[in-house]
């Protein structure tokens, strides 16, 4: 099997020849870092942010995921969104939406302060429509990977209302104290992805990733009844238009996710990433939902691929293959993304384990 067909056998809840491996991200730092164990030194750009880098660097750096990609042979890859970003200041950047994210140099940039600050703004308010640039990454990823299964990195709902209202606090409180503003801003947000998914499927990509957390380590963001009501709706229009359009669909949260799964499997989720192993057991799940929903992840990648070493990777890996890849419908990566803080050596080696250990 080529790697398209074996995540999508996954993905469909079968058995491929051997357990895909695929990653959600990697950002800037880890790509050449990783890069650096395939290339010579004068042949990557400097680590730095994307919208700093020059033509040059930038041509580089897709440069370098290529050699990485290859050289390492996953079976499928993840795009993200290029619509366009502008620096305020050396920690802030604004996107295309209004709203303001500070920097990190640790990974995911948070955002810190939105154009919707009430019903008023709202009214006043003009959704930007996504526009054909913003998917190139998939064009890329298609041409540098076409035997590969591509994703797309899809911000949510629940993801891009909090960006809206500049933080996730402030979207939680208004569950309780503006809870028709949510309602609101998860319609324009879910229209928004609907007319995503049109693009996504038209650059050839294979599934979507719905991005969001909703859930700690201790618990889930909202109750249950609050998910019913503000998000669950949301999320199955956007899983049912996406079948629609021939794609697969996978659910992302972090966190303690016990109460949501059910959910996720009658929404019609294909896949569900990334089980957190410092909350949750990934062979509790495969055994109570393996046979209706593809599990995908479990390396964690807080402690373990960031501390350890390659030899415990290599064992995780052969364990955690053991009780999830039972059957199939187990894709292997880490438990949320490629950060910098994550050894080269040690994502080498859990590539490497999945190949050695992943075989059916």
Same mark, same amino acid.
């Given at each position: 099997m080529k790697g398209r067909e074996r995540m999508l056998t996954a993905l469909s809840g079968g058995r491929p020849d051997t357990v895909p491996v695929w990653e959600l991200a990697f950002n800037e730092a880890s790509v050449i870092n990783i890069a650096r164990h395939f290339m010579d030194e004068d042949q990557l750009p400097p680590i730095k942010n994307i919208m700093d880098m020059t033509d040059e660097e930038l041509f580089q750096t897709v440069n370098a995921f290529k050699v990485?990609?290859?050289?390492?042979?996953?079976? +499928?890859?993840?795009?993200?969104? &290029?619509?366009?970003?502008?620096?305020?200041?050396?920690?802030?950047?604004?996107?295309?939406?209004?709203?303001? /994210?500070?920097?990190?140099?640790?990974?995911?940039? %948070?955002?810190?302060?939105?154009?919707?600050?009430?019903?008023?703004?709202?009214?006043? %308010?003009?959704?930007?429509?996504?526009?054909?640039?913003?998917?190139?990454?998939?064009?890329?990823?298609?041409? /540098?990977?076409?035997?590969c299964a591509i994703a797309y990195m899809l911000n949510g709902p629940f993801f891009m209302s909090r960006c809206l209202r500049g933080s996730l606090e402030n979207l939680l409180m208004d569950y309780v104290l503006n809870p028709e503003l949510v309602k609101e801003l998860a319609r324009i947000t879910t229209d928004f992805c609907l007319e995503a998914l049109e693009f996504i499927a038209k650059k050839g990509a294979d599934f979507v990733v719905n991005d969001c957390d909703l859930a700690f380590n201790l618990s889930t963001m909202m109750s249950p009844a609050q998910y019913d009501e503000f998000v669950g709706p949301f999320q199955k229009e956007i899983v049912e238009r996406g079948h629609e359009l021939g794609l697969k &669909?996978?659910? /992302?949260?972090? +966190?303690?996710? /016990?109460?949501?799964?059910?959910?996720?499997?009658?929404?019609? %989720?294909?896949?569900?990433?990334?089980?957190?192993? $410092?909350?949750?057991?990934? +062979?509790?799940?495969?055994?109570?939902?393996?046979? *209706?929903?593809?599990?995908?992840?479990?390396?964690?990648?807080?402690?373990?691929?960031?501390? +350890?070493?390659?030899?415990?990777?290599?064992?995780?890996? *052969? $364990?955690?293959?053991?009780?999830?890849? $039972?059957?199939?419908?187990?894709?292997?990566?880490?438990?949320?993304?490629?950060?910098?803080?994550?050894?080269? !050596?040690? %994502?080498?080696?859990?590539? !490497?384990?999945?190949?050695?250990?992943?075989?059916?």
């Open positions: 990485m990609g290859t050289e390492l042979g996953n079976d +499928g890859f993840t795009a993200t969104s &290029m619509a366009p970003m502008e620096r305020v200041d050396a920690d802030h950047f604004r996107d295309v939406f209004g709203v303001i /994210h500070r920097d990190s140099e640790k990974g995911e940039p %948070y955002p810190i302060k939105g154009p919707i600050n009430g019903p008023d703004d709202l009214k006043r %308010y003009k959704m930007r429509s996504p526009e054909e640039g913003d998917f190139l990454f998939i064009d890329i990823m298609r041409t /540098h990977f076409p035997d &669909m996978v659910k /992302h949260t972090d +966190g303690v996710i /016990h109460p949501l799964i059910p959910r996720f499997i009658e929404e019609g %989720y294909d896949g569900l990433h990334p089980i957190q192993p $410092q909350c949750m057991d990934i +062979g509790e799940v495969k055994r109570e939902w393996g046979g *209706k929903i593809c599990i995908m992840g479990n390396i964690d990648c807080a402690f373990l691929l960031v501390f +350890g070493t390659p030899d415990e990777v290599r064992e995780t890996v *052969k $364990q955690t293959i053991s009780v999830a890849a $039972q059957g199939g419908g187990y894709i292997i990566s880490s438990s949320n993304t490629i950060h910098p803080g994550v050894k080269p !050596e040690n %994502y080498i080696a859990l590539v !490497e384990a999945a190949r050695e250990y992943g075989k059916y």
